[in-house]
C-alpha cells in the first residue's frame, strides 16, 4: 500500500509489471505497463508530449504521479489489458466462446475512444461474430453491446443489436428486471417498434389474462411495485385499451368497401356471404388467442383462414363461363388481397404511442 497525492492506492496483482515504463491509476488500482502497446494512438501521444512545469515529472512515471484514467473500472481496464498482453493464438477470434463478450466490449469502447484502430477493429469483428440470429446471448450480454454500440455512435448495429434482443427476451423466460432493462434501453433512443414489442412481452407476461369487448373493456393491472417507469406503465395501459376497442371494433368489418359484381357475371356471393366468413375467422382467431395483446395472432390467422377459404368465396351453386366464373373468382382474390395488405399495416406501435 502507498499513499501519494493521490490517495491510498494497491498494485494491481496481474498487471502491475516491474518493467513497465508507463503507470496508470484506475479507481485505487495501479497498473503499471508497458507505453508501447497504446503507441497506435495518438490520443496517448499527445498526453505524452505536454509540457510539465519545471522540477515536476510528467504523469505515469512513477507509482507517486501516475497518469489517472477515469471514466472505467479497474475490472474493465484488466480486462483491456489482458486482450493487449495475449498471444496470437489467444487473439484468434474464431476460437473464443461467446462468453469473452464482458472482456471485450471494454477493449472496443478503450479502442474507439483512443483511437487504438488495430484494437477496435479486432474487438468489434469478434463482436460482429457474436451477434447472429444463431447465437444466443444473455440479457445482460444484449446490454453491454447496446450500451457499447452507443457509445460509439453506430446507430445501425445498435438498432440490430435492440431487434435480437427482443425477441431473445420472447423466446426464453426472462424475468421482469430484464425487460424492463431492455425497455429502459429503448427508450434512450426513442425506438418504438422495440418499445412496443416490449411492452406487449410485458403483458403476457406479468399481467393477468385479459380480454375485452367493445362493450365491455378489460382493465390491465400492473403492479405499482413493477419498477416500470411511469411514462411506460402509462403507454402500457393507452396502448391496451386501444388494442382492445380498436380490435372489438374492427373484426365486425374489414372496413373495405366489399367488390362490385363483374361485368355479366352471376354474382351469388353476397356480402352476407363474406361478411359471414369474416365473422367467422375472427371468432376462431379469438378463441385461439383469448388475450388482448395477441392481436398480431390474430391477425396471422385471419389472413390464413381468409386466404384458405377464397374457394368457399366463389364456389357457386349455379353454372358460369368459364369466362365468368375466372371474372368472379379475380374480383374476390383481388379483394381478399387487399384485406390482407390492410391486415399487414397493423402496428402495435400505432396503439402504445397514439
Known amino acids: 500500500m502507498l499513499e501519494s497525492h493521490c490517495g491510498l492506492a494497491r498494485k494491481d496483482a496481474a498487471f502491475y509489471h516491474e518493467d513497465g515504463d508507463l503507470v496508470i491509476r484506475v479507481e485505487s488500482t495501479l497498473f503499471n505497463i508497458h507505453r508501447f502497446h497504446l503507441r497506435g494512438s495518438a490520443v496517448f501521444q499527445s498526453m505524452f508530449s505536454l509540457p510539465v512545469g519545471p522540477g515536476q515529472l510528467p504523469d505515469g512515471l512513477c507509482d507517486e ?61 469478434f463482436l460482429d461474430l457474436c451477434v447472429t440470429e444463431e447465437t444466443s446471448l444473455k440479457p445482460t450480454q444484449f446490454s453491454l453491446l447496446h450500451t457499447l454500440y452507443e457509445q460509439i455512435n453506430d446507430s445501425q448495429q445498435r438498432q440490430r443489436i435492440m431487434q435480437f434482443w427482443v425477441q431473445s427476451l420472447d423466446g426464453f423466460l426472462s424475468t421482469k428486471s430484464e425487460i424492463i432493462d431492455a425497455i429502459d434501453a429503448a427508450e434512450t433512443h426513442g425506438e418504438r417498434y422495440p418499445l412496443a414489442n416490449l411492452y406487449a412481452l410485458y403483458i403476457r407476461r406479468f399481467c393477468p389474462s385479459t380480454t375485452a369487448t367493445l362493450l365491455k373493456p378489460a382493465k390491465l393491472e400492473i403492479d405499482t411495485g413493477s419498477g416500470l417507469d411511469e411514462i411506460h406503465v402509462q403507454r402500457i395501459l393507452t396502448g391496451h385499451m386501444s388494442l382492445a376497442l ?44 383469448p388475450d388482448t395483446i395477441d392481436v398480431l395472432e390474430r391477425i396471422s390467422m385471419m389472413k390464413h383462414y381468409l386466404t384458405e377459404g377464397m374457394t368457399e368465396l366463389t364456389r357457386s351453386p349455379y353454372s358460369h363461363s368459364p369466362a365468368q366464373y375466372k371474372a368472379v373468382s379475380q374480383s374476390w382474390r383481388l379483394y381478399i388481397a387487399d384485406v390482407c395488405a390492410e391486415l399487414d399495416g397493423f402496428r402495435l406501435a400505432d396503439h402504445f404511442f397514439c
Open 65 to 125: 504521479f501516475p497518469l489517472l484514467l477515469e471514466g472505467y473500472t479497474a475490472q474493465d481496464f484488466r480486462a483491456i489489458l489482458k486482450w493487449m498482453y495475449s498471444t496470437p493464438l489467444e487473439l484468434n477470434i474464431h476460437c473464443l466462446p461467446v462468453r469473452a463478450i464482458a472482456d471485450v466490449v471494454p477493449l472496443a469502447a478503450f479502442a474507439h475512444k483512443y483511437e487504438l484502430e488495430m484494437w477496435r477493429t479486432w474487438a468489434l469483428s
Open 246 to 289: 380498436g380490435w372489438s371494433s374492427w373484426r365486425v368489418s374489414p372496413g373495405i368497401e366489399l367488390p362490385s359484381p363483374p361485368s355479366g357475371a352471376n354474382w351469388v356471393v353476397s356480402e352476407a356471404s363474406f361478411e359471414s366468413a369474416w365473422l367467422k375467422a375472427a371468432e376462431a382467431a379469438d378463441a385461439a388467442y
